[in-house]
């Protein structure tokens, strides 16, 4: 059979090619992926390269234009990328940008907030057991760095910008150095500053018990990790609890973990029932961490609520907790959403996607 294309038809091939086949993305070639939007369309068939050239896109337009990090944003990238591959020049610079600023930028001036410490030492700890599977030596420093801003209570001066779930609230902050720590190869959490660490972190939660099922989720999460964390009824509880917020579509929903005030001016109330990126990526992942088998029937609702529920960016949105804004924890949900998959092993592609 003979084959013949117009040129006008290899135009239209041409164009059609998505960003992610195009060259490598860097810090100096990216594309700044457009606003979260509730009204953006769902895609037809779920692509784990959208999601990737999303998250990729998103993470270094953040760590170049805004020269930080955020929890919502490239830290959570650092979590999500090595999942799928991390063999690609977007991870390396947003990694190394992190690995500088723990290096170069807390020597000459010091981290900015506690937070920022937590949230970096946690970043690095579970990029390094994703990648290299060996404590990198900046990591190493990030988490020794944890133990100078605890307070003597056991917990950290954590930023509460009533940004809900992750800059809201102290116990976020403890739960999360927790994690830097069960995260850490090398046996960190075996060392005798991790040890005495932890045993205050055990300390504040005893005082300061979770008080919401978004805290409830992230102390299972730990436990995980870390003994002392909770009983095996406290998790059968909290798995019990989680499994029945599900909705009926199958996902979750982010406000209905926390049930968090929204800003005194927003005008639309929030929505208790919908189901959304954050919340059924998180959930699922912590399910699954806490070992709810892949072909439990909650969670094989759950990643099909994943797979049809992707928009055409590549992305899952999740309306902001706070203020109908910038709406960001659709980045933190999306790469939750990539992480519940690979945890669930189904990052593989059905048939039609792309």
């Given at each position: ?27 100096k ?51 999500a990328r ?40 946690a ?21 020794d ?145 806490a ?11 759950g ?5 049809s ?46």
């Amino acid at each position: 059979m003979r084959l013949s294309f117009s040129l006008a038809t290899a135009l239209v091939l041409i164009s059609a090619v998505p960003s992610w086949a195009d060259e490598p993305l860097t810090l100096k070639n990216y594309k700044a992926p457009a606003e979260n939007s509730k009204d953006e369309p769902l895609a037809p068939n779920f692509s784990l390269a959208k999601a990737t050239d999303f998250l990729d896109n998103a993470a270094l337009q953040w760590t170049d234009k805004r020269t930080c990090f955020s929890c919502h944003t490239n830290f959570a990238y650092l979590y999500a990328r090595p999942l799928v591959s991390a063999k690609v020049p977007a991870h390396d610079e947003v990694r190394k940008a992190l690995e500088e600023m723990v290096s170069v930028r807390w020597q000459e001036k010091g981290p900015r907030w506690d937070a920022e410490v937590v949230a970096s030492a946690a970043a690095l700890a579970f990029n390094d057991a994703h990648t290299t599977g060996k404590l990198h030596p900046v990591t190493k420093t990030a988490l020794d760095r944890i133990w100078t801003v605890q307070q003597k209570d056991g917990g950290f001066r954590w930023l509460k910008c009533a940004w809900p779930p992750m800059e809201n609230d102290d116990h976020y902050g403890v739960t999360l150095a927790a994690l830097a720590v069960g995260f850490a190869p090398g046996d960190y959490a075996k060392t005798d500053v991790a040890r005495k660490g932890l045993a205050q972190v055990r300390t504040w939660l005893r005082v300061n018990p979770p008080q919401n099922r978004h805290h409830d989720a992230m102390v299972l999460w730990v436990s995980t990790y870390l003994d002392g964390f909770m009983t095996k009824k406290e998790q059968h509880d909290t798995i019990a609890e989680l499994l029945r917020n599900q909705r009926p579509d199958g996902g979750w929903n982010s406000a209905s973990l926390g049930y968090w005030k929204r800003h005194r001016d927003e005008k639309v109330p929030q929505d208790y029932a919908t189901a959304d990126g954050y919340a059924t990526g998180f959930v699922i992942y912590v399910l699954r961490r806490a070992g709810v088998p892949a072909n439990d029937p909650a969670i094989g609702k759950g990643v099909a609520w994943l797979k049809s529920n992707q928009r055409e960016s590549g992305r899952w949105y999740t309306r902001s907790l706070y203020k109908d804004n910038k709406h960001y924890l659709s980045h933190a949900g999306t790469s939750f959403a990539v992480m519940a998959l690979a945890e669930c092993q189904a990052l593989s592609k059905p048939a039609g996607a792309d």
